[in-house]
């Protein structure tokens, strides 16, 4: 059963950057598993931030974060990472890891099968 612990949000001002880290346990096909961030904002639903595949490290990324965020992967560690700049007040949300064993990046929650507990990212203006 793969495991996940999110770790680094925080609160950060406008124009800040924050880097969240995702360790993962239990890994067990890690060739054809794929990682993603999702967030949820309150009132808002979840939605996909960035996702990278173990394997060859291909990324996609949500039109809202292209160009700020960089996610990225330790495959030694089994450790993902969302590096987050020039943050904004929307980006303020409960930010989750997730892992899929599909080959391809999924945007979709219900493709990701595990999840961790979320971390708290808030922007100040």
């Known amino acids: 059963q793969v495991q996940l612990v999110e770790s680094g949000g925080g609160l950060v001002q406008a124009g800040g950057s924050l880097r969240l880290s995702c360790a993962a346990s239990?890994?067990?096909?890690?060739?054809?598993?794929?990682m993603g961030w999702f967030r949820q904002a309150p009132g808002k639903e979840r939605e996909f931030v960035a996702g990278?595949?173990?394997?060859?490290?291909?990324?996609l990324y949500a039109d809202s974060v292209k160009g700020r965020f960089t996610i990225s992967r330790d495959i030694a560690n089994n450790t993902v990472y969302l590096q987050m700049n020039s943050l904004k007040p929307e980006d303020t949300a409960v930010y989750y890891c997730?892992?899929?064993?599909?080959?391809?990046?999924?945007?979709?929650?219900?493709?990701?099968?595990?999840w961790g507990q979320g971390t708290q990212v808030t922007v100040s203006s």
């Open positions: 997730a892992h899929t064993l599909r080959g391809v990046v999924p945007k979709a929650q219900r493709d990701f099968g595990s």
């Open positions: 239990g890994l067990t096909f890690s060739n054809f598993a794929t």
């Open positions: 990278i595949r173990w394997i060859g490290g291909s990324t």
